[in-house]
């Protein structure tokens, strides 16, 4: 089983999309998939048309009252799972603070399930915190996406900084350009120039579609809805990309 994570230390820089969207390809392609929404906002949740309410809360999950197993959803497409968001995961920093190692403890929750699913896609909060360790301690492969903006881009160095000064395993970090409007110069010629220059940051890059933002009102991928657009290309390739590294690593 491998374990991917969508994270960012931003917000609004469109990790919940990339987690649906890449869950979707990645169940399409036959791997059993979770989803695990780990915001307290509960928007991949809410995508996926599942009710953001966790029994017991994080903290039952963190101190064993209850496991993944028992919160866990199916969704309306095939081999693809749901763990619900919970508003208490607001709290989850204290609830894991008050544990045996600690950082440690979402990488444990999640080895039950290795027999189950081949792909466990973690959605993650924007945070550096011991939720973020915890995320970073148990995936494979970090996808971070970035918007087209030199602050984005030094949020990034910030974040390649946090996991490399984190002891013991880390993951592949793959950073990616999202929200890209090729009709602004700025977002072209940063496009073109972070691949170069950040071996990390990988050439494929998602669009500003409002097919995208459609998925709200839809209440799914974008490919199951509009397989035809260039968002969908956009993911998909992404996708690709994502599956060689997980395949690889």
Known sequence: MKVLATYNIKGGVGKTSTAVNIAYFAARDGLRTLLWDLDPQGSATYL????????????????????????????????????????SYRNLDLDLDSTKRPTDRIRRLLAPLKEDYDLVVLDCPPSVSLVSENVVHASDVLLVPLIPAMLSVRTYDQLIDFVDTMPGRKPQVMGFLSMVDRRKKAHRDITERLPADHASIVPEAIPNRVVIEQMADVRAPVPAFAPASSATAAYEALWSRVQSALTTG
Do not use: Q, S
């Open 48 to 87: 996926f048309r599942g009710r953001p309410k966790v029994k017991g809360g994080g903290k039952a999950l963190v101190r064993g009252e209850r496991t993944l197993d028992d919160g866990i959803r199916g969704t309306d497409f095939r081999n693809l799972d749901l763990m619900p968001a919970d508003f």
